[in-house]
DNA sequence: CAAGTTAGTAGACGTGCGTTTACTTCGTCA
DNA sequence: TGACGAAGTAAACGCACGTCTACTAACTTG
């Protein structure tokens, strides 16, 4: 019994780009093959360079897809480290990294697509938290404040959702807060 | 003019294993290859293999022959958060990542060097942080002073030497020294 | 000085990658 | 209904990688 696959260009350019997203988050780029993509989105392989020209191009398109940090940057300002604090927290703690972590944490792993990462790390995490930020030195608070995230995710790929042992949620999201204050106050 | 070759095992050993340290420590495991650390050795690519087994065990080996962080995790205790500031200072602001802070961050980059990498950050980090800290949750704390160092190592790759634009590096220190305060305290 | 050991060399092997080509099949519309 | 555009497919392309093998030549030893 040979399943019948209907033509659907929309949906098949959407399942595509759903698998690399996942795959992508889960992997980095390096270790993502096409293959792999064209498995995991049910698709033939000759598919996802016809959609989206190449896998760097398909990479660059799943960093667009994805919004600033959703909520993270929006709010009060004077929550603005406690946020920043439950997501880092949260995305330690969980099974699967952030899309945007991952891609940072991995950032000029790839020549090929260190210029992708930068400027999606610049529009999406540097330059909004550098306009938060008043006071001088802006630019070496968010840096530090980046680096911290970007570190987070780098543990949580070495040692897994059990990187910070076992203290309660608020304890860690407590600890992490205050450092982001440090780093952020000016 | 063919320039006659001595032979000199230890001699040729020790030049793979200088520029494997070198190569690694700048492009990362994966971009390194093994004959782009024979020619920087200036040595046969079939020896490399034959004096360290393979790329993976080199690799292992290079990360073997680094200390700790040097001189950064000795000294007086309440001058540590210093130390790691000026540690993370001077490497942000290098031309050169350090080894063990470029390995940190690809970490889990390849599954094939992953348990070389956490094994290494465990040994040269996590434990002797651990140690040195009092209180509860040290562990919570040793995993983000080190995220904070691996994120350094990130954000050195992506923007280079000039990540934090241009404040003095006592600004930067006396920062970057609080905020590793508040990540160690107990 | 002859034989043996071993550092050093050239080149190929198999694999897996991103990409591309040539083709088939589905769906639509004149 | 038949022609045509486009979605989907299978298979190959060229390349770079880590590894390995067969060989050459320098040094050592009796």
Redesign the pocket.
Same mark, same amino acid.
């Given at each position: 019994m040979e399943e019948?696959? +209907? +033509?659907? +260009?929309e949906?098949?350019r959407q399942r595509i780009l759903d698998a690399a997203r996942q795959l992508f988050a889960e992997l980095g780029y390096e270790h993502?093959?096409?293959?792999l993509i064209a498995a995991e989105a049910d *698709?033939?392989? *000759?598919?996802i360079?016809?959609y989206f020209g190449?896998?760097?191009e398909l990479f660059a398109e799943v960093l667009a897809m994805q919004g600033r940090f959703p909520g993270v940057l929006e709010g009060p300002r004077e929550e603005l480290p406690r946020r920043l604090a439950e997501y880092v927290a949260d995305r330690l703690g969980s099974d699967l990294g952030s899309p945007v972590m991952t891609a940072l944490s991995r950032s000029s792993a790839s020549p090929e697509i260190h210029d992708i990462i930068k400027d999606r790390v610049n529009s999406a995490i540097m330059e909004p938290l550098v306009v938060l930020l008043p006071g001088e030195d802006a630019r070496l608070r968010a840096v530090i404040a980046t680096a911290l995230i970007a570190g987070a995710s780098t543990l949580h790929r070495l040692y897994g959702p059990e990187a910070l042992g076992s203290p309660a949620r608020e304890a860690v999201v407590a600890r992490l807060t205050r450092v982001f204050e440090v780093c952020l106050e000016g």
């Open positions: 019948v696959r +209907r +033509r659907d +260009r949906g098949t993502v093959t096409m293959r *698709a033939n392989i *000759a598919l360079n016809r190449s896998k760097r």
